[in-house]
C-alpha cells in the first residue's frame, strides 16, 4: 500500500488530454511538502517528469505539466502521443511513521 | 555529463547480505547540498525509497527498512554502497542508484542509474 495514491491506469486517443491524480494527507502533499512526477518507459529506468510542482527539466516537452492543491496533486499531458504510452509515479516527501521520500504506486497510461 | 551506474550480484541466497555500489560521474559528493539515493523496484510493482546519504555523510533510512540498511561513500570518492542484511525473497527487485535534488520543501531524484535486478532464492 502506497502513502501516495495514484489510479492504477488512466487511457486516452492520441492528441487527447488526460489527467494523473496523486492524493495524499497532511504529513506529505498536505504539509506543504513538494510533488514530483516520473515517466518509466517499459523496461527503463524512471526520469523525472515534473519537479517542485509545475516545473519541467531541460527536454521535457511543454506537454507535460503538474499541479497542487491541498492534500492532491495531478499530472495532465496534453496532445497524447503513442511515445506517452508509460508508467508515471508521483513523488513527495513524508513526515510520517515512514519517513522519507513517499512514491505512489503508479499510474499505467495506454495510448488508445 | 552526470551518470550513474549500478553493480552487484544478480542472485542472492536468503538470509544472506546483499552489497551493491553506486558508481557515479559528473559530480561530486563532496560538493554542499549533493546527496545519492537508493530506490527499489520489485517487478511489477510500484517504486520505494530506501535510504540516502549527503554530501556531509548524514544518513537517511527508510523506517520500515532502517534495521536492515546501511549506506556509505565507497573508498573511492564518486562511489556509494548499500548493504541489505538479511535478504528475502520478497526484496527481490530492480535497485537504482540516484542524485537527489532538494529544497526547502522536499527533495526530488534528478538523475537514475540505469538499475540492476537483484533476485532472492535458494
Known amino acids: 500500500q502506497s502513502v501516495l495514491t495514484q489510479p492504477p491506469s488512466v487511457s486516452g486517443a492520441p492528441g487527447q488530454r488526460v489527467t494523473i491524480s496523486c492524493t495524499g494527507s497532511?504529513?506529505?502533499?498536505?504539509?506543504?511538502?513538494?510533488v514530483h512526477w516520473y515517466q518509466q518507459l517499459p523496461g527503463t529506468a524512471p526520469k523525472l517528469l515534473i519537479y517542485?510542482?509545475?516545473n519541467r527539466p531541460s527536454g521535457v516537452p511543454d506537454r507535460f505539466s503538474g499541479s497542487k492543491s491541498g492534500t492532491s496533486a495531478s499530472l495532465a499531458i496534453t496532445g497524447l502521443q503513442a511515445e506517452d504510452e508509460a508508467d508515471y509515479y508521483c513523488?513527495?516527501?513524508?513526515?510520517?511513521?515512514?519517513?522519507?521520500?513517499?512514491f505512489g504506486g503508479g499510474t499505467q497510461l495506454t495510448v488508445l | 555529463q552526470v551518470t550513474l551506474r549500478e553493480s552487484g550480484p544478480a542472485l542472492v541466497k536468503p538470509t544472506q547480505t546483499l552489497t551493491l555500489t553506486c558508481t557515479f560521474s559528473?559530480?561530486?559528493?563532496?560538493?554542499?547540498?549533493?546527496?545519492v539515493s537508493w530506490i527499489r523496484q520489485p517487478p511489477g510493482k510500484a517504486l520505494e525509497w530506501l535510504a540516502h546519504?549527503?554530501?556531509?555523510?548524514?544518513?537517511y533510512y527508510n523506517t520500515f527498512l532502517k534495521t536492515r540498511l546501511t549506506i556509505s561513500k565507497g573508498t573511492s570518492k564518486n562511489q556509494v554502497v548499500l548493504t541489505m542484511t538479511n535478504m528475502d525473497p520478497v526484496d527481490t527487485a530492480t535497485y537504482y542508484c540516484?542524485?537527489?535534488?532538494?529544497?526547502?520543501?522536499?527533495?526530488?531524484?534528478?538523475?537514475w542509474g540505469q538499475g540492476t535486478l537483484v533476485t532472492v532464492s535458494s
Open positions: 540516484a542524485r537527489i535534488c532538494a529544497s526547502a520543501v522536499g527533495l526530488w531524484f534528478g538523475l
Open positions: 559528473g559530480f561530486s559528493l563532496s560538493t554542499s547540498g549533493m546527496c
Open positions: 546519504i549527503d554530501w556531509d555523510d548524514d544518513k
Open positions: 497532511s504529513s506529505n502533499i498536505g504539509a506543504g511538502y513538494d
Open positions: 517542485g510542482n509545475n
Open positions: 513523488q513527495s516527501y513524508d513526515t510520517s511513521l515512514s519517513g522519507g521520500a513517499v
